[in-house]
């Protein structure tokens, strides 16, 4: 099993959950975050002054899924995430050693 843990603009969200659904993963854990990249923030203007902010808002999702799913994952969201301008995000995958469901005691693929 892996662990997909994507870094995405907020506004792609709805774009690659539905694709996510209609290959198949069922679930999935969003988060609203903040950080920054090699973009290192922007400045904006508010009343006439102008300040930086260090810190963009962000989605993460994060998957744990069979590993014979990874490819189609990763290439998902890579398409649906993709706008071409800088701080389209990342994807980190990591190995899974065990998945237990606290409701039923399932382990392993069973518990996804």
């Known amino acids: ?15 690659v959950k539905d694709e ?3 290959i198949g993963i069922m679930g999935m854990t969003v988060s609203e975050i903040k950080g920054y990249g090699r973009q290192k923030g922007h400045t904006e203007l508010y ?14 999702i994060e998957l744990i899924i069979e590993d014979n799913l990874v490819n189609d994952v990763v290439e998902t969201i890579k398409s ?14 990591s190995n899974m050693d065990e998945v237990i469901r606290i409701r039923t005691g399932e382990k392993g693929k069973d518990a996804i």
């Open 47 to 60: 009343r006439g002054a102008e300040y930086a902010v260090d810190f963009l808002p962000k989605i993460k």
């Open 1 to 15: 099993m892996k662990k997909i843990e994507a870094i995405i603009k907020p506004f792609k969200l709805d774009e």
């Open 80 to 93: 649906k995430a993709h706008t071409g301008r800088i701080g389209d995000g990342k994807i980190f995958i």
């Open 20 to 22: 996510l659904n209609s």
